[in-house]
């Protein structure tokens, strides 16, 4: 059997880092749209602008995410999950 490896304990982020977070990913969705270059034609380097929005969009969508899950991750769902599975396999193991 595996063993579980006890985990540091992580606080809770604050209501600004929530805030800050909630920001980000409303302002990524808004961002997501972009009619300002639905109509334009003009080609950047070798691929439409319209497509480099998107790739930036992507980028910017990888950044949230590690941003959520860096400072907004609920770290004690985990340990409670941890220690239940810890205590599953104490009374599996008994004999």
Not at 37 to 55: A, D, E, K, S, T
Request: glycine fraction near 4%; include cysteine; hydrophobic fraction near 50%.
């Amino acid at each position: 059997m595996n063993q579980l490896t006890p985990m540091t304990p992580r606080k809770r982020p604050s209501s600004l880092t929530i805030f800050l977070l909630t920001l980000a990913v409303v302002a990524l969705v808004i961002l997501r749209h972009d009619y300002w270059n639905w109509r334009v034609v003009n080609p950047v380097g070798f691929l439409p602008v319209g497509l480099w929005w998107q790739i930036l969009v992507t980028l910017g969508a990888s950044l949230v995410m590690w941003l959520l899950v860096t400072f907004a991750w609920p770290g004690h769902l985990e340990e409670e999950a941890c220690q239940a599975e810890r205590e599953r396999t104490e009374i599996e193991s008994k004999p």
